[in-house]
Structure formats: C-alpha cells, structure tokens
C-alpha cells in the first residue's frame, strides 16, 4: 500500500514521554488524534488498551503496534512515534519498545489497517533504517525514512 | 413463433436432462470426462438418433433434421450453444493466470510454443495429405484441422496432477504454465483462421493470408492490452455501487459486447469473451465474478456440449473414420513430441519429457468450440466434425491412464535447483490441535481478510484451498487436516504473519471467555436434566 497516502509529519511523533506502557499509548492516542482534530479520545484509547490487554502488540527490535478498532473513528487513523527513553511493552526480546506504529480503524468497516502495520514492519525490518528513525532530528526526516 | 418457442423448450429440456444424466453416469460409473458423458447425452437425443422419432401432439420429430442451414439445429438452439460457449471462454480468460503465464514464459513458453507448432503443422499436414481436395495448409479445412490438433485442455490434467500430489513439481508447474500460452495461441490460431476462412477458397495467396493474420493478431492484442489497461479502473468504479452482483453482471455484459464486436471485425464471438476475462483476470473481483456466473455456466455449458454432441452425424463419419483415427493418433504424438523435445532442451530427462507431452494430450472444450465454429461457418463439413469428436474421444480416454502412469517413478528433471518455480514465495504454517481447530481458525483468517478488503474465494470445492486477492497481493490457503498453510509472494510475508498473530490473539481471547462460560453453562444443564 501507499504509505504517503496514510502518513504526513502531522503524524509522526518524535518526541514521546512515558514512564510505563499505558502512559505511552494515551500520549501517542491524543497526539493522533489531535492531529486528526479529534479532542475526545475516550473511546479510542479505550479499543487500543482493550487490544493491548488480550496480548502486547510488542514485536522485537524495539517496535511496538499498539492499534485497535472503534467507530468513534471514521477511517483509518495512522501514526508513528518515537520514544527516545524506551518503554517496556513485554517484548519476547527484553528490548523497550521505542518506535510505536498506531493504527485506530472503523469497526464495521472493511480497511488496510492490517495491511498499513505490514508495510512498516516491512521497511522496519531494515537495522539500518530503524537506527536511522531513532537517530532522526525530526518528524521530517522519519517520514522520509519511512515512505522513501 | 409460439410453436418455435414450445419445440425449443422441449429440446432445452431433453438435451440439459440427457447431458446431465449422462455427464454423472460417465463421470462416476466409467469414471470418463464428464464432458464426453454430456456430448453423448446430446448424441443420443439428437436427429440422428431418437430426436428423429416423430413426437405425437407435436406433429414433429423433437430435433427435426432439416433446418434449413448448414446445421442439424435451429438458430435459436445453436444461438443459446453459442452463449454458453462465450461463458465458457470468460471464465477460461478469467481464469487465465496471467503474472504467472509472464514468469514461466521462457521456461513453459519453449514447451507451449512447440507443442502448437508441431500439431498445427501435422494436423493441417494430414489434411492435405489425406483428404481429396485440400490442396495446401491455406485451405480452410486444412486451418481447421491443424487448429483441431493444438487445443490442450488441461482440466484433466491438473486433477490428476492433484490426485498424484504431483502439481507443484517441476513438471507440474511447466504443464500448466505451457497450457495457459498453449490457451492463448490456440485463441489467437483461431482467430485467424476463421478470419481466413470467411474470406477465402482454397486457392489463396499467402500475402492475403498474412493481412488477414495480422489484422486478427491486431485485434486481440490490440483489446487485450487495452482491457488490461481499463479492467483496473472500471472495477475501481463498479466498486463503488458495492454489489458483487452487479459488477458481475456487467462484466460478463462486456464479454457478449466483445463478442460482438469479435463476430463484426470477422473473428469469432468467443475470441472477443475470451479477451474480456483475460483482461479482468488481474483484478482482484475477478474469482467474485467466477464465482456469481458458476451458476449460469453449470447450466448452460453441459447444453452446449450435448448441442455439439447432436450435431454428430453417424452416416458421415463412416467414409472418414480411418482418416479419424489417423488424425487422433497423429495428434497425440505431435503434442508429446512436440512438447517434450524443448522439455528435454529446458533440463528435463526423457521421463520428465514423457510426463509434459502426456500432460498436455488431453483435450476439451476448445476442440468442440473449434469444430462448431468451423462447421456453422461452412468450412468443414459433417465428417470432420465427427473427426474432431473422435480426437476428442481418444484423447480423453487415452491420455489420463498414460499420464497417470508416468508420473510414477523418481523425478523427471535433470536439474538440481527443483525449486526454482517456487523462488519468492514463502509458506507460513500453523499446526493446530485439531482439524475442527484448524477449520475453525481458516474461517477466522478468511473473514479477517476480508476485513481488510481482500477478495476469498473457495478454488476448490471438494478440498479447502482458496485464493485471496487484493490488487496485485495474491495468496493461497490451503487447509491439510489440522495445519493452515498461507503461501505468499515473500514482500507480504509481513501482512499474513500479522493477520495470523491477531487471530490468535482474538481466539486465545475468545477460548479464554468460552471455558468459563462453557464451565457454568454445562453445570446448568446437568442440573436440568434432574429437575422434576
């Protein structure tokens, strides 16, 4: 899928501060949202901690996907976000998540949520790509890593 | 009229019972094709047998021999033939595995390519030969009869090549990616032919011939690279009316339209249905679209094999019989030498060799196709018609038994890197507890699929294997007892192993919430089964 019909800098996250897991997905919901002009976040933290408590979206290598469905939202939500500090997500490896990829889709709806969390974790899989967005300056810059 | 209309459902009705019936009893008792069952089911009620027994109350036999054409059946009877042949080509183009067909052109194309020529030139060589009359390969009987001779059908192949569990192999994978180049030339063959056959006698110049051919080949490839062009861009908009029905219907409305516009250029109709669905076999409706005119080609198309069938005519086969069997013999070897000698140049031994000529034998629908064209158009005769049924007849018996037996034994390729057909694609596997497991979790990955827009559809009924698409994203399911097995081309391994991780993820979160309702809900009903 074409990722720079997803993402734009408005959703790309830099500068995330959490101290645990929970803290770190309602920073990155609001800011999402936010930049959606959405200022009731309610329900969709709600449906991404609600997915987050049946397993943690933790992958390895420091990602996380924390994600979930709501019809509090009319199409797909999408963002990235960086956590400079690193939290701990209960990853398999021990690593603290410190790039998180955020989806909120419809409920009903049929959507590429899936397959918008498939074509980062494709690009992720690049060591050089994910220092590159840990090392970035900016939200810019990620986003040329990311749909370059 | 209304007599008109009365005598065509009654002989709707006799030929669509009698192919049926047939069609089974050879299919599960002689264990035939059950295309020859469907064939004999027309022969049998046709004008050369019990349709010319006169019907009281009807004043007339029920398949009256003369009428009035070159054909032993009514317009509107053939015209109905002609509209389940054009089903039958859209779903063959539909069905047309086209990326794959590009991928294995150079390996199959070497195998596709001579097994045309070869047979073309020894059908239409036999013809001129030995029949009086046919004075050159220019001569449309001659066209016809070579064109006879290249049609592969390789339905039967593949379901032998599934039984033997032999389909990916080397020989497997080259069978069916030479079939799908053998489709397209035989199409683009026929083409020209009846094009030359509309326009010419048998003393024709070659210059003409090579016009005609090339305004043919103009416009097949000229609309199938257009179709492909569009198809993307008019799904992209019927989507938009989100009914599968009507994206469908409108689909197969273009096939007739092309088939139209094939008959008006001077091509054959089918050439013009055959065209649509290769041009809609790359967008991801078109399994959808296979599946909502199933229904319609279930029906239809055993019709048109029982019309074929009526249209055999004993008494003219008899002079030509020997030439018949001739022609069936000389055919199959054409396709097995013709096939398995670039086989052999492309790495494989003299019995991987064997097992692609005999992989390719098998012949069908296209033969009959072929053959009624030829016959309503006037350029073969009742005789030949019979020939290209018994080509029909001898292969399909001859060729499953020898293909069968081939395939035993180690492999057919001299090459090391067997799994060459198979670079870029990965396999992710999931061992369940059990098959009722395992069935329930592929109803679960199939709907998240959907989910995510993505076309499922069931490729086979009798085993579950399906096929999902979206756009270019092409993926097999396939469920063996209880392990899935997802194949996908190796840049969306990511895309299938998230969507397995959430369904398991929900199914550990739903058979979590299960135990302990199933727990409470059984002790409520073995207390019931006590109360007064």
Not at chain 2, 282 to 302: C, K
Not at chain 2, 344 to 365: D, K, V, Y
Not at chain 2, 425 to 453: C, D, H, M, W
């Amino acid at each position: 899928m074409n990722l720079r019909k997803v993402l734009t800098v408005s959703r790309i996250f830099p500068w995330i501060e959490a101290s645990d897991k929970d803290a770190a997905i309602r920073e990155m919901v609001r800011l999402l949202a936010a930049s959606r002009g959405v200022t009731e976040i309610g329900p969709l933290l709600a449906a991404v901690l609600a997915r987050e408590a049946k397993e943690s979206t933790a992958l390895e290598h420091g990602i996380a996907v924390p994600h979930g469905k709501t019809d509090a939202v009319d199409d797909l939500f999408a963002g990235i976000g960086r956590v400079p500090e690193g939290v701990d997500f209960g990853a398999r490896d021990g690593e603290p998540a410190r790039i998180l990829v955020m989806t909120i889709s419809p409920l009903a709806r049929t959507g590429p949520h899936l397959q918008f969390l498939a074509e980062v974790m494709r690009l992720l899989r690049d060591p050089v790509r994910r220092q590159g967005i840990l090392d970035a300056p900016d939200a810019a810059t990620i986003l040329r890593l990311v749909v370059a | 009229m209304t007599h008109a209309v009365t005598v065509l459902m009654l002989q709707l009705a006799a030929l669509l019972i009698a192919a049926l019936f047939a069609g089974q009893l050879f299919e599960r008792v002689l264990r035939l094709p059950r295309v020859l069952g469907e064939l004999s089911g027309g022969l049998i009620v046709g004008p050369f047998l019990l349709g010319r027994i006169p019907i009281p109350g009807l004043h007339q036999p029920l398949f009256p021999l003369d009428q009035g054409g070159v054909l032993p059946v009514s317009v509107e009877l053939y015209g109905i033939a002609v509209l389940a042949s054009i089903i039958l080509l859209f779903l063959a183009g539909l069905e047309t595995d086209l990326p794959t067909f590009i991928r294995f052109s150079g390996v199959a194309g070497g195998v596709g390519l001579g097994g045309v020529v070869v047979s073309f030139v020894v059908g239409a060589g036999a013809a001129v030969v030995f029949l009086p009359g046919v004075r050159g390969f220019g001569d449309p009987q001659a066209l016809f009869l070579g064109t006879l001779a290249t049609a592969t059908s390789v339905g039967i192949t593949a379901r032998i090549l599934s039984e033997k569990r032999r389909m990916s192999s080397p020989e497997g994978v080259t069978i069916l990616a030479a079939a799908v180049l053998d489709d397209v030339i035989g199409i683009i063959l026929l083409a020209v032919v009846v094009a030359l056959a509309r326009v010419t006698d048998s003393a024709v110049d070659w210059a003409q011939i090579g016009r005609i051919a090339l305004r043919a080949f103009a416009f097949w490839i000229g609309s199938t690279a257009i179709g492909i062009l569009v198809a993307p861009w008019l799904v992209r908009g019927l989507k938009r009316l989100q009914s599968i029905e009507v994206i469908a219907g409108v689909s197969f409305g273009l096939a007739l339209l092309l088939a139209g516009v094939a008959e008006m250029m001077g091509l054959a109709m089918v050439i013009g249905a055959y065209v649509t669905g290769l041009a809609l076999s790359r967008t991801d409706v078109a399994d959808e679209v296979r599946e909502q005119l199933h229904g319609l080609y279930a029906f239809l198309v055993p019709l048109f094999f029982a019309v074929m069938g009526l249209m055999v005519d004993f008494s003219a086969i008899g002079p030509v019989l020997v030439f018949g069997l001739l022609f069936a013999v000389l055919g199959m070897a054409s396709k097995i030498v013709g096939c398995g000698l670039p086989a052999m140049a492309l790495g494989f031994n003299l019995r991987g060799a064997l097992r692609i000529g005999a992989g390719m034998l098998p012949r069908g629908e296209v033969t009959l196709i072929v053959a009624g064209i030829g016959l309503s158009s006037g350029a073969i005769g009742s005789d030949l018609f019979g020939v290209a049924v018994m080509t029909l007849l001898v292969s399909s018996v001859v060729a499953p038994p020898l293909l069968s037996r081939s395939l035993d034994g180690p492999s057919g390729y001299r090459r090391a890197d067997r799994a060459a057909a198979d670079r870029g694609t990965r396999q992710v596997i999931l061992k369940l507890p059990s098959p009722a497991a395992a069935e329930f979790l592929r109803g679960r990955i199939i709907a998240a699929f959907r989910g995510e827009g993505f076309f499922a559809t069931r490729v086979d009924l009798k085993d579950p294997i399906y096929r999902i698409r979206h756009d270019e994203i092409n993926i097999s399911l396939v469920q063996d007892g209880a392990s899935i097995t997802l194949s996908t081309p190796v840049e969306h391994e990511q895309l299938v192993r998230l969507v397995l991780i959430e369904e398991l993820v929900e199914l550990k979160a739903l058979m979590g919430g299960l135990e302990t309702a199933a727990k409470e809900a059984s002790d409520r009903l073995v207390d019931g089964l006590f109360e007064e």
